[in-house]
């Protein structure tokens, strides 16, 4: 496939003699929106975890940008993620001690940039203007959401991971953030992985892939 930019191969991830999932192969091209669909415990999560680094796998490869992610120690995968990655988990991971616009510009932070004017693009753009200086106990579910979602963005990544992104948003504000999503996707001409059990957003998707222990299938 030309200009892909994420490879997966043959993958499998156990736990114990238990597979989760085995077979797994599916590449993203840049400038490429895919959603992965499938029931419940499947392994969607770990899934982007492994293509993320963050978790290891037992079976298969997974290549981003032509690296082997198996080759790249610790030090390495985390320089990697920090670059080319942004993820938002289904679990935030907003710092507590960081104000909303200190959480958004920490990638940037990391990689050197300070750029002030993007992180409060960022926040216009997922609907948090005027909110940078708040505290993350001060914010609702929906708001720490777009807080992950506009962390993720602000270092324009080619590969972004994103775990049920609008699962916590109301219709309206959830197609808002898919707008941005998508934005991202198609002005950048990063790549998009999003695990979702929303129909209006896999609709959106270029591409829908529905994961299950012994594979992917796209349809």
């Known amino acids: 496939m030309t200009d892909a930019l994420v490879g997966v191969h043959g993958l499998g991830k156990r736990y114990g003699d238990a597979y989760v999932f085995r077979g797994v192969d599916l590449q993203v091209r840049r400038g490429e929106f895919i959603a992965i669909v499938g029931e419940s415990g499947v392994g969607k999560s770990t899934l982007l975890n492994c293509m993320a680094g963050l978790d290891d796998w037992q079976d298969g490869r997974i290549e981003l940008a032509g690296r082997s992610l198996a080759e790249l120690d610790d030090r390495a995968r985390a320089l990697l993620r920090r670059r080319e990655i942004g993820f938002v988990f289904q679990a935030f991971h907003v710092l507590p001690h960081l104000d909303v616009a200190q959480n958004v510009g ?71 953030v898919l707008d941005v999503l998508v934005g991202q996707v198609r002005g950048a001409r990063a790549a998009l992985v999003l695990v979702t059990h929303s129909g209006a957003a896999a609709a959106r998707a270029d591409r829908v892939l529905h994961l299950s222990a012994t594979g992917v299938r796209e349809g």
């Open 106 to 176: 920490l990638p940037l932070l990391l990689l050197g940039r300070q750029q002030p004017a993007r992180v409060q693009a960022m926040l216009e753009a997922v609907g948090l203007a005027g909110l940078g200086g708040r505290l993350p106990q001060q914010l609702s579910g929906g708001q720490l959401q777009r807080v992950a979602i506009a962390r993720a963005l602000v270092h324009e990544p080619p590969l972004l991971l994103a775990d049920e992104p609008t699962g916590n948003l109301d219709p309206a504000t959830a197609e808002q």
